[in-house]
């Protein structure tokens, strides 16, 4: 009898573990970082809407490329506006983009755009609020790879863009990663992290460039 | 001459709502039918394609490390149970086994990784062992490790794509604020494994300061008998075997509560539209009664009325049921998605696999449960009385 409940405790316990071991495997699965076509969403918009547009009431979400709103010349102009040709073999022609368009009631009062670029640890996603003329209201990096994130994540580092557009933007070379006027005299934390500074401020060059060719150029509403 | 199915066709026009109605029953039933069966194929076969891709049948970890690995990956704390590599050596010694391999799991908590961090994972593989197992992966740039503990790592597709990392880059690893250089990506796999970060076994273990494993891989022999493989290996100290087979069978009973739900709504669907046919086809007859009378003066017999009414029921569910599978096959990676979302855990791949072989036995299952609604309805008008039903 003994060991027959010994046996039947041996084999639900054997159930168990195997139980277990499927749910680690499972949440290896999904733990590991997988996305498509890698474009940049908000890790959690209800969340990072509201924080970025308090006044906010809701959202809605579109999706553009490079590729379906111009192809190729349209690549060649962002390239040209930005200052530096798109590089590499993830910032494509085919990249999606994910538009926030924020509403306050019934109003749109802003958007939420992000762009991955690439750092010198791994990928920088930098996302921006602007309203509806096309200035920063926020700027904020979700997920950067850097022993020296922390201090390029700080409110204190993304508060200097507060105010600025695309027109100051323009005036960043990020070729030379030097800029004049109000870009020239953002700050760069921490010595250290040139490369990830630099790529921070061409990831929001290129953001705002998107931004104009998607959004503001087609609605009329030049920043 | 006109035929049978003609005289069907033109009386199911006759009255065009109804008849459209009861087709989109039947489409719809027939959809969620398909596509059931898609999924229950599509799903078994991705799994078995994942755990294929393994690259091994059998694991071997230390007593408890399952729990300890769901805590970790879940909390990104530490605590894993560990086990000696060279218990690799003992392990190859048994005849049934062709190969083996050691693996260390470990992953770190990036704070920097969304507005709460994040848990970055790393597989800690042999280069002598692990690449032989794997004999299916493609580089997509640059090649497998320099040497067993190189500062190098290699990364598979997607988190390749979430670094932006090509050959020569550097990642970081965080929490220990070590560098490694990425010298080989991987193409896509549709596996778990193109989310994943490997690195020399002995780097990985230099990193994390543990000169252990968590895992060793074995690979059996062809026509080898796994079971008494096991029981040999449960003979080792504080060790636990699992099979894959084992964990496919725990998965499969994880997402069974899904496919009951979804073959209950399938069930009830068919059975709305049998409802749907016999009434349809039933009004019908109904409405007809005096037309009936009148072909069976002319001396049409029980047998033909019969089959003219069964007819009509073919022509509604044929219409139905290529309309359904149609719109499965269509919709089938939007099915997909919805189901991505649903369950608890889906593997890589296309979950709803809707092939010939399945859209036939989906019609003919259709056609059955049609006919058999259509067989009243057709006993009825073969039973009408000439007289008694022109006198009316």
């Known amino acids: 009898m003994k060991s027959a409940l010994k046996d039947v405790a041996l084999a639900l316990d054997q159930r168990l573990r195997v139980f277990y071991l499927a749910v680690t495997l499972i949440i290896l699965v999904t733990a590991t970082p997988v996305c498509g076509a890698v474009g940049c969403d908000l890790n959690d918009p209800d969340r990072d809407v509201a924080r970025l547009f308090p006044n906010s009431s809701g959202y809605r979400t579109s999706y553009a490329s490079i590729e379906k709103r111009g192809g190729e010349p349209l690549l060649r102009k962002v390239e040209t506006r930005l200052g530096d040709r798109f590089h590499g073999i993830y910032e494509t022609v085919d990249v999606p983009y994910t538009i926030y368009e924020i509403y306050s009631g019934k109003e749109k009062v802003g958007y939420i755009h992000g762009v991955n670029e690439k750092g010198q640890f791994g990928g920088i996603q930098v996302f921006v609020a602007l309203d509806m003329a096309g200035t920063i209201k926020s700027f904020y990096i979700q997920k950067i790879t850097s022993q020296w994130a922390k201090k390029l994540r700080d409110p204190a580092f993304g508060a200097q863009f507060r ?29 250290e992290a040139e490369t990830d500074f630099r790529a921070a401020l061409r990831a929001l060059k290129k953001n705002l460039i998107l931004m104009d060719e998607f959004v503001f150029s087609t609605e009329g509403k030049k920043p | 001459m006109i035929t049978r199915y003609q005289i069907a066709y033109k009386n199911l026009l006759r009255k065009k ?26 799903y078994e076969r991705a799994l078995n394609r ?14 408890g490390c399952p729990y300890e690995a769901a805590t970790m990956m879940l909390q990104g704390g530490t605590g894993l149970r560990y086990i000696e590599k060279s218990m690799v050596g003992s392990i190859l010694k048994e005849p049934e086994i062709d190969q083996a391999t050691p693996i260390l799991m470990q992953a770190f908590f990036d704070p920097n990784k969304g507005e709460n961090g994040g848990i970055a994972g790393y597989f ?6 692990y690449p032989s197992m794997k004999p299916f992966f493609r580089f997509r740039q640059g090649e497998w490790f320099h040497d067993d503990s190189a500062d190098e790592a290699v990364m ?23 560098k490694l250089k990425v010298v080989g990506i991987l193409e896509r796999t549709g596996t778990q494994d193109d989310g994943t970060i490997f690195v020399p076994l002995k780097t990985l273990q230099k990193v994390s300061g543990i000169d252990m494993i968590t895992t060793i891989g074995i690979k059996v022999k062809k026509d080898a008998d796994i079971v008494e493989l096991e029981n040999k290996l449960y003979k080792l100290p504080d060790v636990q075997v699992v099979s894959l087979s084992q964990v496919k069978q725990t998965i499969m009973k994880l997402i069974s509560t899904a496919r009951i739900m979804v073959l209950s709504v399938a069930i009830i669907a068919i059975l709305i539209a049998m409802v749907g046919v016999i009434n349809t086809i039933l009004m019908s007859v109904l409405e007809r009664i005096q037309e009936i009378g009148i072909l069976k003066t002319m001396g049409a017999m029980p047998g033909d009325i019969f089959s003219l009414v069964w007819t009509e029921t073919l022509i509604l569910c044929a219409c139905g049921g290529v309309a359904g599978i149609g719109f ?10 919805l189901v991505r979302i649903i369950l608890p855990y889906a593997p890589a791949g296309g979950l709803v696999v809707i092939d010939v072989s399945l859209a036939m036995l989906t019609m003919g299952i259709i056609l059955l449960v049609g006919l058999m609604s259509g067989l009243y309805p057709a006993w009825k008008a073969g039973r009408v009385r000439p007289l008694e039903s022109i006198r009316r």
Do not use: C, H
């Open chain 2, 50 to 63: 994942d755990i294929e891709n393994m690259g091994y049948q059998i694991m071997v970890m230390a007593k």
């Open chain 2, 17 to 42: 709502a109804r008849t459209l109605l009861t087709i989109i029953g039947i489409t719809l039933s027939s959809w969620v039918l398909v596509s059931l069966l898609g999924f229950n194929q599509g």
């Open chain 2, 328 to 337: 499965a096959i269509g919709f089938a990676s939007a099915t997909d998605f």
């Open chain 2, 156 to 178: 598979g597709f997607e988190a390749a794509e979430l670094e932006q990392r090509e050959v020569g880059d550097m990642i970081f690893v965080p929490e220990k604020n070590v």
């Open chain 2, 124 to 129: 800690g593989v042999d280069p002598a062992t």
């Open chain 1, 163 to 191: 105010g600025m557009s695309l027109k100051d933007l323009e005036q960043y070379d990020p070729l030379a990663g030097k800029g004049t006027g109000k870009v020239g005299e953002i700050q760069n934390p921490v010595s």
